[in-house]
């Protein structure tokens, strides 16, 4: 089995998903997590200027989703058939789209614009999407069962900010 090095900041975002498939199947991995002065330090030296990287017997890979297949490819979990995985990476994607609005409410340094993109999204974003994702849940409760989309659907919309009962 290939030595895997994953690398982040200390926290969960970007990563969480990938530690998720790790455990999933058992997959031993080294979880290095970095401050924001080691992550200036490191940055320069990575493939694309961002985390989270993965090292897979020397050679690294980044991007987010690309490790994510990556690692969901090693442990059987993309989805049984090629509509599963289509599946997977519609859920997926869908979810980095509602993401990156989460991320900009988040990061927004300006106190009232701030408030406005709470607002927008804990009104306006996030409750369709909410409903959507709920609709593609089978009736057994998994978007495809045994698949990343369904991790993604644990560690995202049951856990992180995301979450209806968590938005800020």
């Not at 999933?24 to 940055?43: F, G, H, N, Q, T």
């Not at 987010?64 to 990556?70: Q, Y």
């Not at 300006?110 to 609709?135: I, N, Q, R």
């Amino acid at each position: 089995m290939p030595a895997y090095k994953l690398t982040y900041l200390n926290a969960r975002g970007g990563a969480e998903l990938i530690r998720l498939l790790f455990a999933a199947d058992e997959i031993p991995y080294e979880d290095v997590r970095v401050d924001r002065d080691k992550w200036l330090e490191l940055k320069p030296k990575t493939p694309m200027g961002q985390v989270p990287i993965l090292e897979v017997d020397g050679h690294v890979i980044c991007q987010s989703m690309t490790v994510v297949r990556f690692i969901a490819r090693e442990a059987g979990l993309l989805g049984k058939t090629l509509l599963d995985q289509a599946r997977a990476d519609m859920l997926l994607e869908g979810g980095i789209d509602v993401g990156k609005l989460f991320e900009e409410m988040v990061m927004e340094k300006d106190a009232s614009k701030k408030v406005e993109k709470k607002k927008e999204f804990g009104e306006k974003t996030l409750p369709p999407f909410l409903a959507l994702y709920e609709g593609f849940a089978g009736d057994n409760g998994y978007f495809v069962g045994d698949s990343v989309a369904d991790l993604f659907r644990h560690c995202v919309l049951q856990h992180d900010g995301f979450h209806h009962s968590r938005v800020p």
